[in-house]
């Protein structure tokens, strides 16, 4: 793992939705979600929202999205195993293909998260409180299931730049 000289780059320097193109399926990542919600960000956004059944999400989104919105995300399938769709209706229900996390990524990712609080700590940001960690935590998460499964994340979380330095072959797709 490559983390000497681990550092936020420019934003301009960054592959930006519209103008770079996805290598694989797409994974929006929970600011992607609430920002279509709430008209905030980019059209684009919406056209994001409006695509996810055909996108993917990852196990950490769902929680924050049920705990901070309210909104509930029905699985319609889990990768590797296939999934049938709930028959409940629920309130404020997106349809979404989940990844759901391993032992194994849950390992790597904390390795990413550690790596990633140890370059930048201090300099740009700080990381005293747990909910500062446990962000890290799940965004490292998000990249690791990603990066194996060869899925584009779609974010404007800084955050993955410092995991797309740790693993070249994340593919990550800011907005702003």
């Known amino acids: 793992m490559a983390t000497a000289g681990l550092h936020y780059r420019e934003c301009a320097s960054l592959p930006l939705v519209g103008a770079a193109s996805p290598r694989g399926p797409l994974l929006l990542d929970t600011n ?36 901070t919105r309210g909104v509930s995300i029905l699985i319609i399938r889990k990768l590797p195993a296939w999934s049938p769709p709930s028959s409940r209706p629920w309130r404020g229900s997106i349809r979404a293909k989940i990844l759901t996390p391993t032992a194994d990524h849950w390992s790597i990712a904390g390795q990413w998260a550690g790596a990633a609080v140890r370059a930048v700590a201090g300099e740009t940001r700080s990381f005293k409180n747990a909910a500062d960690r446990y962000e890290m935590l799940n965004d490292a998460l998000i990249a690791v299931v990603a ?23 994340l593919d990550v797709l800011f907005y702003g």
């Open 32 to 67: 992607v979600i609430l920002n279509a919600l709430t008209g905030r960000g980019p059209p684009v956004l919406k056209a994001l929202l409006a695509n996810l059944p055909q996108s993917f999400v990852s196990a950490p989104p769902v929680a924050e999205l049920s705990w």
């Open 147 to 169: 990066s194996e499964a060869g899925i584009s994340i779609v974010t404007q979380d800084a955050d993955f730049d410092l995991f797309m330095q740790i693993d070249p072959a």
